[in-house]
């Protein structure tokens, strides 16, 4: 778990301050998944915050069914986020992910099936947000 985190870390952190323009290899496909990727990534921070609030609505005797399920939306946002990045992490190694290190085929199936599930992480992500903030601003 530890060497999962770090290696998270690594990548986050190379993507931000690290990105090579020029490679070998063809790495567009890499390079529009992680795009995905950062699209979204700062988003996260806005979830907890919404959760918070959702859950004091939640708690209390003015929740309703709609607080309970944008409460629980973000929080499946949340989690598919982790998931895709810890599963992301564990098929692809740094050079492969930032310095266009050649794929082979199996990896490049293993790539078309990331970018779709990146895809629906994007969604969720931005769909979550919009329905809890929809559900927040009718309480102002």
């Known amino acids: 778990m530890k060497k999962q985190i770090i290696l998270l870390l690594y990548i986050v952190f190379s993507l931000t301050y690290g990105c090579k323009e020029d490679t070998k290899h063809d790495t567009s496909q890499m390079k ?7 699209e979204v990534m700062p988003k996260m921070s806005e979830i907890g915050p919404l959760v918070a609030r959702l859950r004091k609505r939640v708690d209390s005797e003015t929740g309703t069914i709609e ?4 409460m629980e939306d973000l929080q499946d946002a949340h989690s598919a986020m982790m998931n895709w990045m810890r599963s992301f992490g564990d098929k692809f190694d740094p050079d492969e992910i930032m310095n266009g290190k050649e794929l082979s085929s199996e990896k490049q199936v293993l790539l078309d099936l990331e970018e779709k599930e990146v895809k629906i992480v994007k969604q969720k992500i931005n769909s ?7 559900i927040l601003s009718t309480d102002q």
């Open 67 to 70: 607080d309970k399920k944008a």
């Open 32 to 38: 529009k998944v992680m795009a995905i990727h950062d």
């Open 128 to 134: 979550s947000i919009a329905y809890a903030n929809k």
